[in-house]
């Protein structure tokens, strides 16, 4: 089982990135997916989550209105486009993948995504 997260880098505050996640080695269909972040000294804390046929999304307040979660499942992957972005959205962003019913929950291991002028 395989989470890559990609897309991560240095921006410039108000600007915008977009960060993959590819799976392999699991039905990727039969999977929510999250993305997750941590910030330094931080707990990690959940972003934005896509149901497994990308039909429900939900947001958390902190990032609300300023990113979109979306999924293809041909491709086995999970996006999460983020505008607007602000120097307390540094952090690393993680992948998650949690099977509709039970089974195990896979992490990817992060993408850094700094905000700085």
């Known amino acids: 089982v395989q989470l890559v997260e990609s897309g991560g880098g240095l921006v410039q505050p108000g600007g915008s990135l977009r960060l993959s996640c590819a799976a392999s080695?699991?039905?990727?269909?039969?999977?929510?997916m999250s993305w997750y972040r941590q910030a330094p000294g931080k707990e990690r804390e959940l972003v934005a989550t896509?149901?497994?046929?990308?039909?429900?999304?939900n947001y958390a307040n902190s990032m609300k209105g300023r990113v979109t979660i979306s999924r293809d499942n041909v491709k086995n992957t999970v996006y999460l486009q983020m505008n607007v972005l602000r120097i307390e959205d540094t952090a690393v962003y993680y992948c998650?993948?949690?099977?509709?019913?039970?089974?195990?929950?896979?992490w990817g291991k992060g993408t850094l995504v700094t905000v700085s002028s």
């Open positions: 080695g699991f039905t990727f269909s039969r999977y929510a």
């Open positions: 896509i149901g497994n046929a990308g039909g429900t999304t």
């Open positions: 998650n993948a949690r099977p509709m019913y039970s089974g195990l929950v896979y």
